[in-house]
């Protein structure tokens, strides 16, 4: 039924003519909606909501469309979908068309050529998205096999995960990168068996540290064009607010800035590195949005990849690479002592604190220091979350219900790496139960799920699909037992993380005084084959009342992807990239994608040291 926010007023638009799917359990689909400047007044049958209707009102026609909240990114990398976006797209099929060390160092080379003023800008050759898991020899590339691509320019690939990266011999001359440099902690140094110079491959702390150096030539204006890129990319997927999970004080404030300036169209919340600045983050951390931006709180990371091996296990790896000893079971990013006293003090400060933990030794670690801290610290609502959880045992998912910290799975990965996970990382059996989301639903619990771009696309129908199917790459179903319905999996991509982030009550679902946040979908995902999710395309995104996104803009969704596949998407991005100084003018005011920010700004750290 129809439930005025406001009393009897004028609507701005009327939206009608598909189904309205609300994410409200007690009005779960309504016929038309109606907006007053930018907030949900009503919603309920056309007789109910005509009443709103006055001579001004814009009657907007869904045409069979199907209407629902905006999606609630519960964790990816705004900024670094920016860096994804101007970089050679080394990703496999669907998203690239990266199949073999051959076609990826042909990437490399086209991209060289195409896109010199790019290339000069950051000084190498830069490519992102490959994944040894999908590449034909089912290996990392080497830094032979990037020398075939420059012997005199840097070039330096990034693994699809964002915890592992590939140097050339010239990009390891410039890091200092030699036979004698000694791993640093939390990092590994991949090299020659016999004469243990380094392969190029770099893991972890390893990669991050040798990353920071080749940014040094990067912009504070391009800067916040990665992050109005990724945003923009965001609101084609029908994300009406983004997160940026891991950044630096540095970053903070040219995404303020970017923001302020009107460049951002979407409202983001960034949660910022526990070990780099807790003042900064004290400080800054609030509920309220200022131009669409406010920090969220704290970010910590544990461990690194299940996909690259670096996922901190409790158990030897299924099959690790040869190289490695027949118990490796990964590592971790930081210690426990390290781990506990973040958590310590994110409590004690009301902060809330979300923590990357793939691995079932890294989630050990986080649900002690989490209990101890519960313990020592009064009862708050503090919304603890655990990002991935890849390898949860069921329990560690009791666990989870227990101290009340709120999962926030990343189901795709049994598209993308469920394969790779079954023969792999951790075989068969505990392959099934990746992301297990039926576990937590089994508990009552609820959780949310993302794409972690760019770790993966940020395709919010993937996710969908991912969710409901399980499907993975070879057609094989991961887990059947572990799938959940298509509402429960459209809750977990809004109402669900509108919660984790302290936003239920403005965002997530569509009710009377809600912002009017919506994606409009070609097809009602509760009334289709769920094998065809991933085919439904976005077709608009509006944002308080307002349309940000139409499928007419850039062709559409499925025309979009097929963009995505030729390197289209990242091309109208590199050529933002490359025209911006032009346009703006540059006035020198600079772990996976959760740590790779923090080695670019090194490189802009080291300018404003210079400038001032």
């Not at 907030?39 to 309920?44: M, S, V």
């Not at 490359?578 to 300018?607: C, Y």
């Amino acid at each position: 039924m129809m439930q005025p926010a406001f009393g009897k007023t004028v609507a701005d638009e009327i939206w009608s003519g598909g189904p309205i799917l609300t994410m409200n359990d007690s009005q779960p689909r309504a016929d038309a909606i109606a907006v007053k400047a930018g907030k949900i007044i009503a919603l309920g049958s056309l007789k109910e909501v005509a009443q709103f209707q006055g001579t001004e009102t814009r009657m907007q026609d869904l045409a069979g469309r199907t209407l629902l909240p905006g999606f609630v990114d519960a964790h990816g990398h705004a900024f670094m979908i920016g860096l994804q976006a101007i970089s050679a797209n080394l990703l496999a099929a669907p998203d690239g068309k990266v199949t073999d060390i051959k076609s990826l160092q042909n990437t490399l080379t086209k991209w060289s050529s195409e896109h010199a003023e790019v290339q000069n800008s950051i000084g190498m050759v830069l490519g992102f998205g490959y994944d040894d898991a999908q590449l034909a020899e089912q290996k990392h590339p080497t830094r032979k096999d990037l020398d075939a691509v420059s012997i005199d320019v840097p070039v330096l690939i990034i693994h699809q995960s964002g915890h592992i990266g590939v140097m050339n011999s010239k990009a390891l001359e410039l890091a200092g990168i030699t036979a004698d440099t000694a791993n640093p902690e939390g990092g590994v140094i991949r090299r020659d068996a016999a004469t243990q110079e380094p392969s190029g491959i770099l893991e972890e702390a390893a990669f991050f540290g040798a990353l920071g150096k080749q940014f040094s030539k990067m912009t504070a204006d391009q800067a916040q064009t990665l992050f109005e890129q990724g945003t923009t990319l965001l609101s084609q997927y029908g994300y009406t607010t983004g997160q940026e999970g891991r950044a630096t004080s540095t970053i903070v404030p040219f995404m303020q800035s970017a923001a302020a300036s009107g460049r951002i169209a979407i409202d983001v919340v960034a949660y910022v590195d526990v070990m780099e600045n807790r003042d900064f983050i004290a400080k800054n951390v609030s509920q309220t949005y200022t131009n669409g931006f406010r920090v969220g709180g704290a970010k910590l990371t544990i461990d690194g990849s299940p996909q690259g091996f670096t996922a901190f296990r409790d158990r030897p790896y299924y099959k690790p690479p040869e190289d490695y000893r027949a118990d490796y079971r990964g590592y971790s990013a930081v210690t426990s002592d390290q781990t506990f006293d973040a958590i310590d003090w994110a409590f004690a400060n009301d902060v809330q604190i979300i923590t990357h933990a793939n691995g079932e030794a890294a989630s050990d670690i986080l649900l002690a220091a989490v209990s101890t801290a519960k313990a020592k610290h009064p009862a708050k609502d503090r919304r603890a979350v655990l990002i991935h959880g890849q390898f949860l045992r069921k329990d560690q998912v009791a666990s989870l219900d227990k101290l009340d910290i709120f999962p926030s799975l990343f189901p795709m990965h049994t598209f993308y790496w469920g394969d790779w996970h079954r023969d792999r990382t951790v075989g068969p059996a505990n392959a099934d139960n990746i992301s297990p989301t039926g576990w937590v639903r089994e508990r009552g619990m609820m959780f949310s799920t993302h794409h972690d771009a760019p770790v993966a696309f940020p395709d919010s129908m993937r996710v969908l699909s991912a969710t409901v199917t399980r499907r993975t790459r070879s057609g094989d179903v991961l887990g059947p037992d572990q799938r959940v319905d298509v509402m429960t999996a459209l809750k977990a991509m809004t109402i669900w993380p509108a919660y984790q982030h302290f936003e239920e009550n403005r965002k997530g679902s569509l009710e009377p005084g809600k912002l009017a946040d919506f994606v409009i979908l070609s097809k009602d995902p509760t009334a289709i084959d769920p094998e065809t999710l991933h085919q439904v395309q976005v077709t608009e995104t509006v944002k308080n009342g307002k349309t940000i996104y139409r499928q007419s803009d850039e062709g559409g969704t499925a025309a979009r992807a097929s963009a995505a596949a030729a390197g289209d998407v990242f091309g109208r991005m590199l050529t933002h990239w490359q025209h911006s100084n032009e346009e703006r003018g540059v006035n020198g005011h600079a772990h996976g994608p959760e740590l790779l920010m923090a080695a670019m700004l090194a490189g802009l750290e080291r300018q404003n040291d210079v400038k001032h």
